[in-house]
């Protein structure tokens, strides 16, 4: 059995041949950490977790290295922290915010079943990396300084043409056609149109760091070359896979393979490069304008992680995915009747039936319609199957425990137990009211008396 993967640059499905098959390497550019995660950044974070436990499945688990990074140097992040934090300096105020979204970020991809990759570098760990890829392009003669700025010329690119790619094959792009439909406000420092930011000078107060050699004043990275030097630093020049949403196939991946490509003057990047489709929800693009975006953390407090999760595979991931409500109950039912079933079973080795379908460029669809023919056939290879795609984290009895709790507690019911306590105790019935409230603990339910009445709240 064969993997064969989609690969975005040859716009291929090909057989995945790693360059070592002892040390199978994969790059996910991961979150830029100034707020909660949408259920559109959960997509690749679930599709390339599938991915990393296939992997895993057929290398072994010492064999596959999966970096997925956190950006922590952006102008989203300065403009939230000095937003949330005024009266902090902003470096500290930035610090807080970053840490506090790694730390939902974490919490909400460990709901959603989500391993966490081999390791999670940070940008603002990596400045040192950045530097000398910056410094390699400069003297290669493909990057120039200009007003404290570090520029890549794409076109200096283009024109070398000694084992390097094309810029712009990735995304299918003509550098000509970009240049005929450049916008004329360029900036002033940029000798061409298309040149994009390597390093720029910081603001007063923003965070900065010693620039490249040629800068005095200090300053920071632009955004691409932040995976450029951690993919580099943790994969090596080149790798086998590299993965994120569709929207970053251009600029961002294509200036990743660029800077990378010209730095180590070698023709790839990664060899594989997947993309998930867009994620809308009821019909409508996501946004704050529209209110209807949705982050993982507030549809983690209506449904269990693993309904997200199974709910996201149930469309392949090179597809644009519809997210309804609709579709969420249906998948919340189909893992109730998993769990009753299969929770509890020994499992087996996965199905031939699911593997093939995932090794046929993760066809997620395809493997769900196996374990519904698995389900009256083969539980065991049902219980491993779903084990491999990340399910049935739980008992069947937790699951239910929670389901139950999630479908609500009767607050009518609740205020009339509280209502016949209060009775019993007015008549001094004190074996009563201490029944009512053993019963009301016993659906989780905590009571607190005060002389102005009796208050109650779900208990954690
Ligand atoms: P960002 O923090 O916006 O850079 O996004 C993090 C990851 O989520 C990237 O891989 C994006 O491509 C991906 N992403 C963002 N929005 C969506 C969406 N609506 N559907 C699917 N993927 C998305
Ligand atoms: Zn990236």
């Not at 965070?207 to 040629?214: D, E, I, K, L, V």
């Not at 209110?291 to 597809?319: A, C, Q």
């Not at 019993?424 to 008396?449: N, P, T, V, Y």
Request: with cysteine; net charge negative; hydrophobic share 40%.
């Amino acid at each position: 059995m064969e993997l064969r993967l989609y690969d975005t640059l040859s716009r291929e499905k090909r057989t995945f041949v790693p360059l070592d098959a002892k040390n199978v390497r994969m790059y996910v550019c991961g979150p830029t950490v100034y707020d909660f995660a949408h259920i559109g950044n959960a997509r690749p974070v679930i599709v390339f977790d599938v991915l990393f436990r296939l992997l895993r499945h057929l290398y072994g688990e010492a064999h596959v290295k999966y970096v997925r990074n956190i950006t922590d140097v952006d102008d989203k992040i300065n403009d939230r922290a000095a937003r949330d934090f005024p009266g902090l300096p902003l470096n500290e105020a930035i610090r807080k915010v970053t840490e506090e979204t790694g730390r939902q970020f974490h919490a909400d991809v460990d709901a959603l079943g989500a391993l966490r990759p081999s390791v999670e570098p940070r940008a603002t760990e990596h400045i040192g990396e950045m530097r000398e890829i910056i410094e390699r392009l400069v003297r290669g003669g493909f990057a120039y300084v200009a007003e404290d700025h570090v520029l890549f010329s794409p076109q200096a690119m283009n024109a070398a043409n000694a084992g390097l790619p094309r810029y712009g094959a990735l995304s299918k792009r003509s550098l000509d056609e970009m240049i005929a439909g450049a916008r004329v406000d360029v900036a002033p420092y940029k000798k061409d149109s298309t040149d994009f930011v390597l390093w720029k000078p910081s603001k007063p107060g923003e965070p900065s760091w010693a620039s490249p050699s040629g800068i005095k004043v200090e300053g920071r990275p632009g955004w691409h070359i932040e995976c450029s030097a951690m993919a580099w630093k943790h994969l090596g020049e080149q790798f086998d896979i590299h993965g994120g949403g569709i929207d970053l196939v251009f600029p961002h991946h294509e200036n990743e393979v660029a800077q990378t490509c010209c730095a180590f003057h070698q023709q790839r990047m990664a060899n594989y490069w997947m993309h998930n489709g867009f994620l809308q929800v009821e019909s409508e693009k996501m946004s704050k304008s529209l209110g209807n975006f949705i982050t993982i953390h507030e549809l983690l407090r209506d449904w269990p992680g693993e309904v997200l999760r199974l709910n996201m595979l149930k469309t392949h991931y090179t597809s644009p995915i519809d997210w309804t409500m609709k579709s969420l109950e249906e998948s919340a039912r189909t893992l109730d009747d998993w769990y009753r079933i299969a929770a509890d079973v020994a499992p087996s080795k996965p199905a031939v039936s699911v593997l093939e379908a995932l090794l046929d460029d993760l066809n997620t669809p395809q493997a769900i319609a196996a374990l519904h023919g698995l389900r009256g056939s083969d539980v065991p290879a049902l219980a491993g199957s779903l084990r491999l795609l990340g399910f049935l984290s739980e008992s069947a009895a937790q699951w239910e425990g929670r389901k139950q709790q999630a479908s609500g507690i009767d607050a009518k019911q609740v205020e009339s137990l509280i209502a016949e306590r209060t009775a019993a105790r007015a008549r001094k019935d004190f074996k009563e009211s201490d029944r009512i409230r053993d019963q009301l603990a016993a659906m989780g339910i905590a009571i607190k008396d005060s002389k102005d009445g009796t208050t109650w709240e779900v208990a954690r």
